[in-house]
């Protein structure tokens, strides 16, 4: 195995892995935190032919970046997940692992050495596979039910300002604007989450405020509002949802 990258320092083969469906290119970047108590503990994990999970890239809190499965192999990171009505994410994706305790182990911050090593591998891979800026993920945009990585520490406006991942332009919030919750139902709620979809969030169009519209407005708060996740589509939010249209249009 070959480093696909010149900015890695070691590769760890894993052997969970397969090829990716009918010969796909990679059109996603998935960041994920690895949730566990080291980065030590992390890779075994990632390479034990018993745990089945892996990712393409693991990069340490020192900068240090490993490379642990080919990029033109599907890595198993992604899991059940949807975006953009597409559910075999792996297959479209390359997972990379960012070592961090997350919420299990109280959310570290991430070093800045390691956010710039994760930007900077970003922006190779995004260059060498044609990957736009708005299709750079967080594991909790496509599994919103089930993740929240790489949490709400995570500087996605700093990411944002060096090309790497969607950021609204937001208009002035109406005083007016209207507030949804959890067991709100009709017409409103249709089109908060048609707009949910076409930004690509897994929702369904109910008309009924549920657990999962209440997971997914969550998943945008902690990656756009991360001071304030509650769930709520309060009426900052709904401003965020829709400069999210506009731009990934």
């Known amino acids: 195995m070959q480093a696909d990258s010149a900015l890695v320092t070691k590769i760890v083969p894993s052997p969970n892995l397969g090829p990716r469906k009918t010969d796909l290119r ?3 970047i998935m960041l994920h935190y690895t949730g566990m108590e080291s980065g030590v503990a992390a890779l075994a994990l990632l390479t034990n032919p018993l745990s089945e999970v892996s990712c393409h890239y693991i990069v340490w809190e020192d900068g240090r970046i490993f490379q642990l499965v080919p990029e033109a192999a599907r890595a198993w990171h992604a899991g059940r997940g949807s975006w953009k ?7 479209h994706s390359i ?5 961090n305790g997350g919420h299990s182990f109280g959310l570290p911050p991430y070093p800045a050495v390691q956010i710039q090593a994760v930007m900077d591998l970003c ?3 995004m260059q060498r596979h044609t990957i736009p800026p708005c299709n750079v993920l967080a594991h ?4 919103p039910t089930r993740k929240q990585d790489p949490g709400e520490h995570f500087p996605w406006a700093l990411l944002a300002q060096h090309g790497i991942g969607l950021w609204p332009t937001i208009e002035p919030t109406p005083a007016a604007m209207p507030s949804y919750q959890q067991g709100d139902e009709g017409q409103p709620i249709r089109a908060l989450q048609a707009l949910l979809a076409m930004i690509g969030y897994p929702v369904q169009i109910t008309g009924v405020y549920d657990e999962i519209t209440t997971s997914i407005i969550s998943a945008v708060q902690r990656r756009y509002r991360p001071d304030t996740i509650t769930g709520h589509a309060d009426p900052a939010t709904l401003a965020v949802l829709k400069g999210l249209a506009q731009s990934s249009r």
């Open 85 to 91: 009505g597409e559910t075999d994410i792996n297959s």
């Open 123 to 125: 922006k190779d891979i």
């Open 95 to 99: 997972g990379i692992e960012i070592v």
């Open 140 to 143: 909790s945009d496509t599994a």
């Open 26 to 28: 990679p059109s996603l």
